[in-house]
């Protein structure tokens, strides 16, 4: 929704950043932005919608949209599906918004989508909501097209982490999940790629989050004496959940989910209990736009470039905001069709950093292909991108990148399952 208001947070973000912006008119266009700032995935939520602020800032210091400033109203989902539909009722119903950015995990995006986002026809884009419900969902209809992803679906990621564990030598390995459309679907997709593959899931062990402990679910996967445990949980959770583990004599051998990709999960766990740790996450293609993050994040945010989600709700926000520019209207229609016109294959390629470029071929109705943080970004029809996956493990409580899975190489994985 366009309105002119005082200058909003973003703004704020860009002057004390010391930035130079051309001058704007006195109007804004406001974003809703639901991430979950607390609860068991905060950590991704914080960073998000860090992310997100930055790329509102950079596109202003470029001249705005349409000549207004581009704001961000959030709301907090507390890792909640109840919470996160109300604070999306909020900005659609009360402050209008005609797009929001989020949620973080499926749990949360999913609920928004079928009770508030689909049925208003407002856009929605997740920065990390990777269950592939949501790929059935737009399959379904259920999306009206107004849903789109900065991260690939779990069905992807899932045959990269089975191949991954096959390479690192173990070959039985009991499952953990976190009790939620991320965790199910992620156990299921996994335990049909690593079972292909000549590998022996021992146990699938479901818990609930925000328990006191996780004894019984730890005792419960230890039996058939697995290799390694493969843990798909969050930070916090996750943490508790390898402290118990390691505490009842499992092996220190764990593979992990993207979202153990985090200081706070080492820290809370210990180093030196992690050395042999190893996980999977969407990946990155550098290049200039992720060096341009890379150079920026840390002062923007006072958080880490490779915080869980920061990257790819950067390119999230960035999407939004070119998106409304090449729309040519603050509208959830115009966003949508925007989306596709600013990552167009055929477009003239943008990095982060070049907004204004972008801005100003968008004038001149020239489509731009937006290449993210993340590397090249196009959505197909219900909004999913594909992209490769990186393999990294933890060494000395450091994550490290070990190697890369593309997408052609998860496409030759696929197709060797397929013929087993």
């Known amino acids: 929704m366009t309105k002119h208001m005082l200058a909003g947070t973003a703004l704020a973000a860009l002057l004390a950043a010391g930035a130079t912006q051309p001058a704007l008119a006195d109007c804004t266009t406001t974003i809703g932005v639901v991430m979950s700032l607390t609860g068991p995935a905060g950590p991704y939520g914080q ?59 499926s749990s949360v995006s999913i609920p928004m989508l079928t009770a508030v986002t689909a049925p208003a026809h407002v856009v929605q884009v997740s920065p990390a909501s990777s ?3 949501l790929t059935t969902l737009g399959m379904e209809g259920k999306t009206n097209g107004m849903f789109f992803r900065t991260i690939t679906s779990d069905a992807l990621q899932s045959v990269a982490a089975a191949r991954y564990a ?44 925000k328990s006191a402990n996780y004894d019984a679910e730890v005792t419960s996967a230890m039996e058939g004496s697995p290799d390694a ?9 996750g943490a508790t959940i390898a402290r118990a ?21 080492i820290d809370a766990v210990g180093a030196k209990y992690l050395n042999e740790a190893y ?28 915080s869980p989600a920061a990257v790819q709700a950067y390119d999230a926000g960035a999407i939004v905001g070119l998106a409304v520019a090449a729309g040519g209207a603050a509208t959830s229609a115009a966003i949508r069709d925007g989306i596709y016109k600013v990552t167009d294959p055929k477009g003239e390629v943008v990095y982060a950093g070049e907004f204004k470029k972008a801005l100003d071929l968008l004038k001149a109705g020239k489509p731009i292909r937006y290449v993210g943080v993340i590397g090249p970004i196009s959505f197909d029809q ?39």
């Open 279 to 306: 996980g999977t996450s969407s990946g990155t293609e550098d290049g200039p736009s992720t060096a341009y993050f890379n150079a920026n994040y840390k002062a923007f945010s006072n958080l880490d470039p490779g």
């Open 47 to 105: 960073a998000g919608a860090k992310s997100v602020e930055m790329a509102f800032r950079d596109i202003n210091a470029a001249g705005g949209v349409l000549g207004c400033k581009l704001v961000t109203e959030t709301r907090d989902a507390q890792s909640q599906g109840t919470v996160a539909v109300d604070g999306a009722k909020q900005l659609v119903e009360i402050t209008h918004v005609p797009a929001i950015i989020g949620g973080i995990i």
């Open 382 to 420: 219900y909004g999913d991108i594909t992209g490769q996956f990186r393999e990294w493990a933890i060494e000395d409580g450091k994550i490290v990148t070990k190697g890369q899975l593309t997408t052609a190489d998860v496409d030759k994985i696929k197709a060797t399952i397929a013929g087993k």
């Open 166 to 209: 096959v390479d690192l030598g173990l070959k039985k390995v009991a499952i953990i999940h976190v009790n939620n459309d991320f965790g199910v679907n992620m156990a299921r997709e996994f335990t049909a790629a690593y079972k292909a593959l000549g590998g022996t899931v021992t146990s699938t062990t479901r818990y609930n989050e």
């Open 131 to 133: 269950s592939p419900t």
């Open 245 to 265: 583990w390691i505490s009842k004599g499992g092996p220190r051998k764990f593979l992990l989910t993207d979202g153990m990709n985090s200081a706070d999960f």
């Open 229 to 237: 445990l493969y843990l798909m949980s969050y930070p916090i959770d």
